[in-house]
């Protein structure tokens, strides 16, 4: 029988593997090309020509490349000046209500979300579920940048979510 000194010993080492495993988490959105074409489908489009806005609403979504992204509502924020081709380039997106974002290896559920095209960044927030197959991870906010592939989470109070990031990991079977 396994001391109760020994099975604490186990359980923590285990444990702080699993997390470390975790922190080491790296997207497979790395090195994503944000200048690549957006696609975008919905139900209804409203463009607010002198906003430099285009508002897409209803089983919204884009993709480009291996990522998509699907939601209720998404405004486009994008460039007045024109290239050669007299094609705006899009500055930002804005995404809300059943925001779901999805790549090769993960899939990242939230209620509101925010593609900054000039940071390379995405960030997701609102009663976020990150899933890949070691396992889930919930927190107010999330944030993946592009270019690293770094994936992080925040705990804090946002309103609305619980305010820590908590977890639930998959050890591998022996």
């Not at 285009?54 to 480009?64: C, P, Y």
């Not at 992204?69 to 994008?78: E, H, K, M, N, P």
């Not at 925001?99 to 209620?111: A, D, N």
Request: aromatic content about 6%.
């Amino acid at each position: 029988m396994i001391g109760l000194r020994n099975f604490v010993s186990i359980t923590l080492l285990a444990f702080s593997s699993l997390c470390l495993s975790a922190q080491a988490q790296i997207s497979s959105l790395k090195n994503h090309e944000v200048q690549n074409p957006v696609d975008i489908s919905a139900d209804r489009l409203e463009v607010k020509q002198k906003e430099n806005i285009a508002l897409f609403t209803g089983n919204v979504v884009v993709t480009q490349d291996d990522m998509s992204l699907i939601s209720d509502r998404i405004t486009v924020f994008y460039e007045e000046e024109r290239d050669q081709n007299n094609s705006s380039s899009i500055s930002r997106l804005d995404a809300s209500g059943n925001v779901t974002l999805t790549s090769p290896t993960e899939t990242i559920k939230s209620t509101w979300g925010v593609y900054d095209f000039a940071e390379k960044i995405i960030t997701l927030g609102g009663n976020v579920e990150f899933n890949n197959s070691d396992g889930q991870i919930k927190s107010p906010r999330l944030q993946v940048n592009l270019t690293t592939g770094q994936i992080t989470m925040d705990g804090g109070r946002v309103e609305g979510s619980p305010d820590r990031v908590t977890g639930q990991f998959t050890p591998p079977k022996n």
